[in-house]
């Protein structure tokens, strides 16, 4: 008996090699890209045990939950981490970041994330890249939450290893990830004695038996299901076209920002200024007095398909996330969280205008 993800030929080198190629276009990209076999936290934990040690002193930028991961991460190689924690409602400036610099000149090392899904906000990469760039620090960025929904761009940006993922807004399968690595990037692992070697979480071992190879033979089998997988989700984005599928996402974005003022009931856009709020996903903030995560949990009741969670830890009492990305990044998703998310305020005494909500997302989206 056939079955579509059973008995599959493996994935040839040739194959392997052309997905790669196909994310680095989707990157815009010159500098090596490297499909890793795992979870995005396999390349994020990768490049930073490869590129840090007790010689980095690194500045972590802290705007949600992954910040502090990296952190960890950097700590345990022996770095000295300084720490910029920015509210969650809030992005990182650039100005924040050249201040970091003039205290503390001998950063050589920069941790930043993009959009972040489990806070709903988006830093700006590009102005802050060239500060990073004016001091010769290494820029690592997690762009798992924004490839897809917002520009993802390492060369103009300056970016020496973007971490990317396709379970966000691509779309895509979670059990397969990417960096791309800039020459600098390499020097600095090669020069690395602490740096995974013979390890699952060595880029140098993929560089030395992939990439210096020509890319003709793979070092062990590959995760076809998931490299299918990736290569028919970039193919869908060239199809639709990258600019149209980042257009759905910001339109999801700001048409849930309208529509959660218009609803009423005491909602709020949890990220203050639309500037800093990602495309990725839109999170709110319910009144004092309302659990988020009760909620969140009556309107999945109405209708469980509905992309909608609480904030992770404390967060669940005061943060709704609005997922709309991927196959959510529409007027119909957003439409049917606001109106899932109007009745069960208005079942908990608040007052809501579902109608009014409906009109300012589909003023949003069409305009
Ligand atoms: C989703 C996401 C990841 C991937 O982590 P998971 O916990 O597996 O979802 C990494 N970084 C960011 C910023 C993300 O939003």
Same mark, same amino acid.
């Given at each position: 008996?056939?079955?579509?993800?059973?008995?599959?030929?493996?994935?040839?080198?040739?194959?392997?090699?052309?997905?790669?190629?196909?994310?680095?276009?989707?990157?815009?990209?010159?500098?090596?890209?490297?499909?890793?076999?795992?979870?995005?936290?396999?390349?994020?934990?990768?490049?930073?045990?490869?590129?840090?040690?007790?010689?980095?002193?690194?500045?972590?930028?802290?705007?949600?939950?992954?910040?502090?991961?990296?952190?960890?991460?950097?700590?345990?190689?022996?770095?000295?981490?300084?720490?910029?924690?920015?509210?969650?409602?809030?992005?990182?400036?650039?100005?924040?970041?050249?201040?970091?610099?003039?205290?503390?000149?001998?950063?050589?090392?920069?941790?930043?994330?993009?959009?972040?899904?489990?806070?709903?906000?988006?830093?700006?990469?590009?102005?802050?890249?060239?500060?990073?760039?004016?001091?010769?620090?290494?820029?690592?960025?997690?762009?798992?939450?924004?490839?897809?929904?917002?520009?993802?761009?390492?060369?103009?940006?300056?970016?020496?290893?973007?971490?990317?993922?396709?379970?966000?807004?691509?779309?895509? @399968? %979670? =059990?397969?990830? &990417?960096?791309? !690595?800039?020459? $600098? *990037?390499?020097?600095?692992? +090669? #020069?690395? /004695?602490?740096?995974?070697?013979?390890?699952?979480?060595?880029?140098?071992?993929?560089?030395?038996?992939?990439?210096?190879?020509?890319?003709?033979?793979?070092?062990?089998?590959?995760?076809?299901?998931?490299?299918?997988?990736?290569?028919?989700?970039?193919?869908?984005?060239?199809?639709?076209?990258?600019?149209?599928?980042?257009?759905?996402?910001?339109?999801?974005?700001?048409?849930?920002?309208?529509?959660?003022?218009?609803?009423?009931?005491?909602?709020?856009?949890?990220?203050?200024?639309?500037?800093?709020?990602?495309?990725?996903?839109?999170?709110?903030?319910? @009144? %004092? =007095?309302?659990? &988020?995560?009760? !909620?969140?949990? $009556? *309107?999945?009741?109405?209708? +469980? #398909?509905? /992309?909608?969670?609480?904030?992770?830890?404390?967060?669940?009492?005061?943060?709704?996330?609005?997922?709309?990305?991927?196959?959510?990044?529409?007027?119909?998703?957003?439409?049917?969280?606001?109106?899932?998310?109007?009745?069960?305020?208005?079942?908990?005494?608040?007052?809501?205008?579902?109608?009014?909500?409906?009109?300012?997302?589909?003023?949003?989206?069409?305009?």
């Amino acid at each position: 008996m056939t079955h579509p993800f059973l008995d599959l030929a493996p994935l040839s080198a040739a194959r392997f090699a052309a997905v790669e190629d196909r994310v680095a276009r989707l990157l815009g990209t010159a500098q090596d890209v490297v499909i890793m076999q795992g979870e995005a936290l396999l390349p994020l934990e990768g490049a930073i045990r490869g590129t840090a040690g007790p010689g980095t002193t690194a500045l972590n930028v802290i705007t949600g939950p992954y910040g502090q991961t990296f952190g960890d991460w950097l700590r345990d190689c022996g770095a000295r981490v300084i720490d910029l924690t920015v509210p969650f409602h809030t992005a990182v400036t650039a100005e924040q970041i050249r201040e970091a610099f003039a205290e503390h000149p001998e950063i050589d090392f920069v941790s930043l994330v993009h959009a972040e899904a489990a806070t709903g906000n988006t830093n700006p990469v590009a102005e802050i890249g060239e500060v990073v760039r004016e001091h010769g620090a290494l820029f690592y960025l997690d762009a798992v939450a924004s490839i897809g929904a917002e520009p993802v761009l390492p060369d103009a940006w300056g970016v020496d290893l973007c971490v990317i993922g396709a379970q966000k807004a691509m779309g895509g @399968p %979670a =059990g397969v990830s &990417a960096v791309s !690595v800039s020459e $600098r *990037a390499w020097a600095r692992m +090669a #020069a690395n /004695p602490g740096a995974p070697r013979r390890s699952y979480l060595s880029l140098l071992d993929w560089r030395e038996r992939w990439i210096e190879g020509g890319r003709r033979a793979l070092p062990h089998a590959p995760a076809q299901l998931e490299m299918l997988a990736l290569e028919a989700c970039v193919e869908r984005i060239e199809a639709e076209g990258p600019e149209v599928v980042m257009a759905r996402h910001r339109g999801a974005a700001l048409a849930t920002r309208a529509g959660a003022v218009a609803l009423g009931g005491g909602l709020e856009p949890y990220v203050h200024e639309e500037r800093d709020a990602a495309p990725v996903a839109t999170t709110l903030r319910t @009144p %004092a =007095g309302v659990e &988020a995560s009760e !909620v969140v949990a $009556r *309107a999945l009741a109405s209708d +469980a #398909a509905l /992309p909608l969670a609480a904030g992770g830890g404390a967060l669940a009492k005061e943060m709704i996330r609005v997922n709309h990305y991927g196959k959510d990044a529409t007027a119909g998703a957003v439409r049917g969280s606001l109106a899932a998310l109007g009745a069960a305020l208005a079942e908990k005494g608040l007052t809501v205008d579902v109608e009014a909500a409906l009109r300012a997302v589909d003023d949003t989206i069409t305009a």
